[in-house]
């Protein structure tokens, strides 16, 4: 089944390129695994486990962008394709 992302984001890319598995990203993140696959996906999470994320990944808050795309630029690329 071929999904749309919900909400793009560069989360396994990143990790990947850290070469951080899944579960060691969500045992520092303190959430699951299944979360991180569910955010890589594209699913939607809260800001507070974006945050978590961001930390766990050895980022600090304003380098956000470098995972979690700004969601006014997902918008305005989503609006030059229509």
């Known amino acids: 089944m071929n999904r749309e992302r919900k909400n793009p984001n560069k989360l396994r890319e990143v990790r990947e390129d ?3 598995s899944k579960a060691e ?5 303190g959430v699951s695994a299944l979360t991180i696959d569910r955010i890589e996906s594209g699913e939607n999470c809260r800001v507070d486990t974006k945050r978590k994320i961001i930390l766990a990944l050895g980022l600090k808050l ?3 962008d470098k995972v979690f795309v700004n969601e006014t630029q997902a918008h305005e690329k989503e609006r030059r394709r229509s």
């Open 18 to 20: 850290l070469m951080i």
């Open 25 to 29: 990203l969500a045992r520092r993140a």
């Open 62 to 64: 304003n380098e956000k």
